[in-house]
C-alpha cells in the first residue's frame, strides 16, 4: 500500500525567509511523486513531479524537492517566501500500476510580511 | 494555459435527489477522474476512465455513482440518490497520459 505523511499541519514564516514543507512517503514500489498547491477557492495546481529522473526535482514559482529514497521523504523547499505563497500544500504519492492519486493531509503555509 | 474547468462551482440539493456535476477536460487529454474532498479530510480518488470506460474506481464509488462522456468535451459524474455524507468539494482532473493530472477548481456540493 502506498501513503504520504506531512509532517507538519501548518506552517508559518516570514516573507523573504526560506520554505520548509516536509512530506514522507510509503511506497512498495519506486514511486510517481508529486506537489501540488490550493490558493483559496481555486483548483489544485501542480507545482512539480518526481517519476524517477533526477532526485532534485524543480517546480514552477522557485520552488523544488528533493526525492531521498534512503529517508523515504520528498520535502518541499523554496529558498525566499513571497506572500502569494500563501496556501494549502499537497504531497502526492502514485504507484506505476495505478491512476490513483493518494493525497497526504495537506500543509498550511502562512506567509507574514 | 489550457485549464480544467467544472459547472456549477456550487450546487446546494435535497437529500434523495440526483446531481450530475460536469466537468470539461484540455481537450487533448485522455484520461479523466474525479475526486472529492470532504470538509477537513483528505482529497480521495473516486474513479478514472479511458477510452470510455472506466478503468479504476475506489470503494467509495458505490452503485450510486456514474461518470459519463457524454460528447467529445465534456465529463459527469452522477451521484443517483445523495447521501448527507455525499457533502463534498468534487474535483475533476485529466491527463494526457495518465499523469501527471489536472485538477480543475471543485463543485462544492452541499446535500441538506
Known amino acids: 500500500a502506498q501513503s504520504v505523511t506531512q509532517l507538519d499541519s501548518h506552517v508559518s514564516v516570514s516573507e523573504g525567509t526560506p520554505v520548509l514543507l516536509r512530506c514522507n512517503y510509503s511506497s512498495s514500489y519506486s514511486p510517481s511523486l508529486f506537489w501540488y498547491v490550493q490558493h483559496p477557492n481555486k483548483g489544485l495546481q501542480l507545482l512539480l513531479k518526481?517519476?524517477?529522473?533526477?532526485?532534485l526535482v524543480k517546480g514552477i514559482n522557485g520552488f523544488e524537492a528533493e526525492f531521498k529514497k534512503s529517508e523515504t521523504s520528498f520535502h518541499l523547499t523554496k529558498p525566499s517566501a513571497h506572500m502569494s505563497d500563501a496556501a494549502e500544500y499537497f504531497c502526492?504519492?502514485?504507484?506505476?500500476?495505478?491512476?490513483?492519486?493518494?493525497f497526504g493531509t495537506g500543509t498550511r503555509l502562512q506567509v507574514f510580511p | 494555459e489550457p485549464e480544467v474547468t467544472q459547472t456549477p462551482s456550487h450546487q446546494v440539493t435535497q437529500m434523495g435527489q440526483e446531481v450530475i456535476l460536469r466537468c470539461v477536460p484540455i481537450?487533448?487529454?485522455?484520461?479523466f477522474y474525479w475526486y472529492r474532498q470532504i470538509l477537513g479530510q483528505k482529497v480521495e480518488f473516486l474513479v478514472s476512465f479511458y477510452n470510455n470506460e472506466i478503468s479504476e474506481k475506489s470503494e467509495i464509488f458505490d452503485d450510486q455513482f456514474s461518470v459519463e462522456r457524454p460528447d467529445g468535451s465534456n465529463f459527469t459524474l452522477k451521484i443517483r440518490s445523495t447521501k448527507l455524507e455525499d457533502s463534498a468539494m468534487y474535483f475533476c482532473a485529466s491527463s494526457e497520459a495518465r499523469r501527471p493530472q489536472y485538477f480543475g477548481p471543485g463543485t462544492r456540493l452541499t446535500v441538506l
Open positions: 502526492v504519492v502514485s504507484g506505476p500500476n495505478t491512476d490513483k492519486l493518494i
Open positions: 518526481y517519476t524517477s529522473a533526477a532526485t
Open positions: 481537450s487533448n487529454h485522455l484520461y
